[in-house]
């Protein structure tokens, strides 16, 4: 079992950057992929951004590559999400969301566990 507690949203202008954390619970935090989803009003939930756990290797939507970087700290069971030159399609609640199997972390119907999400506005 575990819970995710997002937070680290708020408001940006256009261009600037924002960091979001993930705390999760559970011994056995650093065997779960971890990733970010974001869902937009009248849009469905998207895949942004995911980190393995054994290994550390990661994934990105296409629409963040080069600008948003995830990462994990196992011994801190946090995952978090480094936003750069955010833009206004950025505007979402963003989602933390753990998965037992790395193939399935970008699937959001596949997600075991989700956090309850934070809300992230850039203005334009």
């Known amino acids: 079992q575990v819970q995710l507690l997002e937070s680290g949203g708020g408001l940006v202008q256009t261009g600037g950057s924002l960091r979001l954390s993930c705390a999760a619970s559970?011994?056995?935090?650093?065997?779960?992929?971890m990733g970010w989803f974001r869902q937009a009003p009248g849009k469905e939930r998207e895949f942004v951004a995911a980190?393995?756990?054994?290994?550390?290797?990661?994934r990105y939507a296409d629409s963040v590559k080069g600008r948003f970087t995830i990462s994990r700290d196992n011994a801190k069971n946090t995952v978090d999400l480094q936003m750069n030159t955010l833009e206004p399609e950025d505007t979402a609640v963003y989602y933390c969301?753990?998965?037992?199997?790395?193939?399935?972390?970008?699937?959001?119907?596949?997600?075991?566990?989700w956090g309850k999400g934070t809300l992230v506005t850039v203005s334009s």
């Open positions: 969301a753990a998965d037992s199997a790395f193939i399935n972390i970008a699937i959001a119907r596949a997600i075991d566990y």
């Open positions: 559970g011994r056995t935090f650093s065997s779960y992929a």
């Open positions: 980190i393995a756990g054994i290994g550390g290797g990661t």
